[in-house]
C-alpha cells in the first residue's frame, strides 16, 4: 500500500529489526539499550504473535516511520475484535511529510478490515499539536486511559 508523500506501507519482516531498532531510538532515546539477543528473541516473538502487526513506512530514502496494530479477541460488541495501536513514531528527519498519518490510517485500515469495532491509540506525550494530530488522524479523545508500569 501507499500513502503520504511517496511512501510505501508494508509489514515489517524478519530482516527489519535494525530498521525498527532505530526508529525506536527516536521514540523512546533514554530507554535502555537491549542486546541484540535479547531483541531478535522478542522480534521474533512479536511477528509470531497472532494478531500483531507491524507496518513500516518506506520513502525512497528506506524506512521512515512505523506503527503497531494488535487486533484483539473479544466477546463483548458481538463478539467483534477491537484494535490497539502503539509505538508510533517518524524519523525526526523525516516528519511533516504525513508519513505518521499514512502509517496510522493503514493500521485503521488493517483493524477494521479484521472487523475490529473500535481502535485505540494511549499517547503519553502531553504537546498539544500531538494530541491535534491523532484528532486529525480520525481519533476522539473520550475515554480516560490508565496504566501501571512494571518499573
Do not use: W
Not at 503520504?4 to 525498527?20: C, N, Q, V, Y
Not at 488493517?110 to 494530530?133: I, N, S, W
Request: aromatic share 8%; proline share 7%; with cysteine.
Amino acid at each position: 500500500m501507499t500513502g503520504g508523500a511517496h511512501l510505501t506501507i508494508r509489514p515489517a519482516g524478519p530482516h527489519d529489526l535494525a530498521s525498527l531498532l532505530a526508529l525506536y531510538r527516536e521514540l523512546n532515546p533514554a530507554d535502555p539499550l537491549v542486546s541484540p539477543e535479547t531483541a531478535h528473541a522478542r522480534y521474533h516473538a512479536m511477528l509470531s504473535h497472532p494478531g500483531l502487526h507491524v507496518f513500516l513506512g518506506l520513502s525512497a530514502d528506506g524506512p521512515v516511520s512505523t506503527a503497531t496494530l494488535l487486533v484483539i479477541p473479544n466477546l463483548t460488541r458481538n463478539a467483534r475484535p477491537y484494535g490497539l495501536i502503539e509505538n508510533v513514531v517518524t524519523l525526526s528527519a523525516s516528519r511533516g511529510k504525513g508519513y505518521a498519518r499514512a502509517v496510522i490510517r493503514h493500521a485503521v485500515a488493517h483493524a477494521f478490515a479484521a472487523d475490529c469495532y473500535k481502535v485505540m491509540l494511549l499517547t503519553g506525550r502531553q504537546r498539544p499539536e500531538v494530541h491535534r494530530f491523532y484528532e486529525s488522524c480520525g481519533f476522539a479523545q473520550n475515554k480516560a486511559g490508565f496504566q501501571i508500569r512494571n518499573d
